[in-house]
């Protein structure tokens, strides 16, 4: 049995069995804030460390080692390896019982036992597994490109990098081979792939021209995104400024277009518009776009009687709709909670003065523009209109008379349409963490009431409220892009400098902290290491 019969027995005046899937962002917040006195903790993963997943892009180079950015997940468990109050195993999660309370796990490492299975009993369950890469069912995804979500991903997109710049140069190795070994394409222009991207350049610009000189002007970067702008879930003024930079490092931005295939040696891309096709050779792809799910969260949503979506339903306190007694959680990539805030229309004659910059009485089209930029920080339904540049579409809806201005009426109306794109919360880290340390501080409040007889019955901790902190990405040659709290944005070197600031802060512990400054400081000194091991 896994438990001692003390665990087992799950009274109300006992210590109840939590049980946490995962080991990222939402798990290890969780776990720092979870009070081991109110529960027994069980950590079950099928990897025994913590990633930090923003400074990932740097390994695929050398800018930074991988074993910098990962913690041993024993040392983030509460109270320590020491403690009696936790536990870890490495496993994975199959299926979840919410029946019988309990998880199904298996031992998927090279060393079994004879029987690989076991169950894990539970009283609380949180899921917080994250989701993997989707291929969006293009053929040649997983056989010819690399993703960018594990170190595993990092270490195999370096050792390729390191082995086309040596083919490339060989004698045997034709001009035509060489010019496709020391190409790159990057599918998708979302955080992940535009920093790949940026960090490529630097060490083809800062390393490889030193080291390979014969490789010189050779190497090219091209970055394939669907949509019309990269970084498009970031402002507006982001994007562009990443695009012209990109164009001034000669990094091919091909925006509207769509990779139908992957191949051997290059990708089939399709443009949205214009539907030709074309052939980009490559010596490596990083498929860098699109999150899917585990079978475990589609077998749960099966059982629960959920829409086959991305993630997990959740409410306003993280518990999986459909479980009867309110035992699962769930946080992170792999739930899909909808974003709950103030709805404009509800403050719809505020909005209309303050958009009626010329007092003129109605709104006209850059005006609406204008204030869905300026109030998007407080009404996050907002960045969906303004992201798929449909703001002109709304106004024309709700212009009925085709005046070409909204009176109050009208520019409710307009409100209403944007106030329908209430949405789930982003996919990042930042969202992940404050969800695990808002969870942990509820589970902690649940227990407190539990044991005082004095605490109402109805008592229930105050529901989860997302709030954007701001977010970086970087851009290559010591530049990066910032969006700050309110309306702001940064730009350039000093947003550079206060990335890493942040990030070296941001580690998990001062062991982390002090390899990761360590890599940084080398790196700039000596330069980084092309070594294929």
Not at 503 to 514: D, K, M, T, V
């Amino acid at each position: 049995e896994l438990f001692p019969t003390s665990l087992n027995a799950s009274s109300a005046r006992e210590k109840q069995r939590l049980v946490v899937l995962g080991s990222g962002w939402g798990a290890t917040a969780l776990l720092r804030s979870i009070d081991t006195s109110k529960y027994d903790v069980t950590l079950v993963s099928p990897r025994n460390y913590f990633l930090m997943t923003a400074l990932l892009p740097g390994v695929t180079v050398g800018t930074v080692e991988a074993r910098s950015v990962i913690t041993p997940i024993r040392e983030l468990l509460p109270n320590g390896t020491r403690g009696a109050h936790s536990r870890f195993f490495e496993a994975t999660a199959l299926s979840v019982d919410p029946v019988r309370r309990t998880v199904k796990c298996r031992d998927d490492s090279a060393v079994q036992s004879k029987n690989p299975d076991f169950e894990v009993k539970y009283d609380k369950l949180v899921l917080a597994v994250g989701a993997p890469c989707s291929t969006f069912d293009v053929p040649g995804v997983r056989e010819h490109a690399f993703f960018l979500k594990e170190v595993e991903d990092a270490l195999g997109i370096r050792r390729r990098l390191g082995d086309m710049l040596e083919s490339a140069q060989l004698p045997c190795t034709t001009a035509e081979e060489s010019q496709r070994f020391t190409s790159v394409v990057i599918v998708g222009g979302g955080p992940t792939g535009v920093e790949f991207a940026a960090e490529l350049e630097d060490f083809l610009e800062e390393d490889v021209v030193r080291l390979y000189p014969e490789l010189q002007g050779q190497p090219k970067i091209t970055v394939i995104h669907n949509t019309d702008h990269i970084l498009n879930s970031y402002d507006r003024r982001i994007s562009e400024y990443a695009k012209e930079n990109f164009t001034r490092k000669n990094i091919d931005v091909r925006t509207g277009q769509t990779v139908v295939a992957v191949e051997q040696g290059g990708v089939i891309a399709v443009d949205n518009k214009t539907k030709v096709k074309s052939f980009i050779p490559c010596g490596v792809c990083v498929w860098a776009t699109g999150l899917s799910k585990y079978p475990l969260i589609g077998s749960l949503q099966k059982i629960l009687g959920q829409p086959q979506l991305r993630g997990l339903a959740v409410d306003s306190y993280l518990k999986v709709q459909g479980v009867p007694d309110g035992s699962i959680y769930a946080l992170g990539d792999c739930a899909d909670m909808r974003m709950e805030g103030a709805k404009m229309m509800d403050h719809a004659h505020k909005l209309f003065k303050e958009a009626d910059v010329d007092k003129s009485g109605n709104i006209d089209l850059k005006e609406l523009q204008d204030l869905l930029t300026k109030v998007r920080q407080k009404f996050p339904q907002t960045q969906e209109v303004l992201k798929k540049d449909n703001v002109q579409e709304i106004f024309d809806k709700a212009d009925a008379n085709k005046s070409g201005t909204l009176c109050l009426g009208q520019f409710i109306r307009a409100l209403e349409v944007a106030d329908s794109n209430m949405r789930s919360l982003p996919t990042t880290a930042q969202v992940a963490a404050q969800q695990g340390l808002y969870l942990g501080t509820s589970l902690n409040s649940i227990a407190n009431c539990i044991d005082d007889d004095d605490a109402p019955a109805s008592h229930s901790p105050p529901k989860f409220q997302y709030k954007h902190m701001g977010r970086f990405t970087t851009l290559g040659g010591e530049e990066a892009a910032a969006e700050l709290p309110g309306d702001a944005v940064s730009t350039g070197f000093g947003t550079m400098m206060l990335w890493y600031a942040v990030y070296a802060s941001e580690q998990i512990s001062w062991r982390n902290r002090f390899l990761v400054l360590s890599d940084w400081t080398k790196k700039s000194i000596f330069g980084r290491d092309p070594s294929r091991i």
